[in-house]
């Protein structure tokens, strides 16, 4: 069973940074597929970028050179680094691999 543990969310003021963390455990990190989703207020979840186990990247166009996927797999850890941060980017940012997810993490962008 796949245990995926997020960090890193906050309050950030817009045009800020902030790098999430999603350390997995429980399976053979290096061959899976990731993706980062978020999911705001009376929104459905959505997906923001995702990258496979070759590290091949996608993201939304909404986040599109602003955001960055990356992963460590020595460190059984997957990256959303988010510059340039708008209101408009404040959710709950959950990661997702083979089907399971994380808690997710918060993050705020205001003034």
């Known amino acids: 069973q796949v245990q995926l543990v997020e960090s890193g969310g906050g309050l950030v003021q817009p045009g800020g940074s902030l790098r999430l963390s999603c350390a997995a455990s429980?399976?053979?990190?290096?061959?899976?597929?990731m993706g980062w989703y978020r999911q705001a207020p009376g929104k459905q979840r959505e997906l923001v970028a995702f990258?496979?186990?070759?590290?091949?990247?996608n993201y939304a166009d909404s986040v599109k050179g602003r955001f960055t996927i990356s992963r460590d797999n020595a460190k059984n850890t997957v990256y959303l680094q988010m510059n340039s941060l708008k209101p408009e980017d404040t959710a709950v940012y959950y990661c997702?691999?083979?089907?399971?997810w994380g808690q997710g993490t918060q993050v705020t962008v205001s003034s």
């Open positions: 997702s691999m083979k089907g399971s």
């Open positions: 990258i496979n186990s070759g590290g091949a990247t």
């Open positions: 429980g399976s053979i990190f290096s061959i899976y597929a």
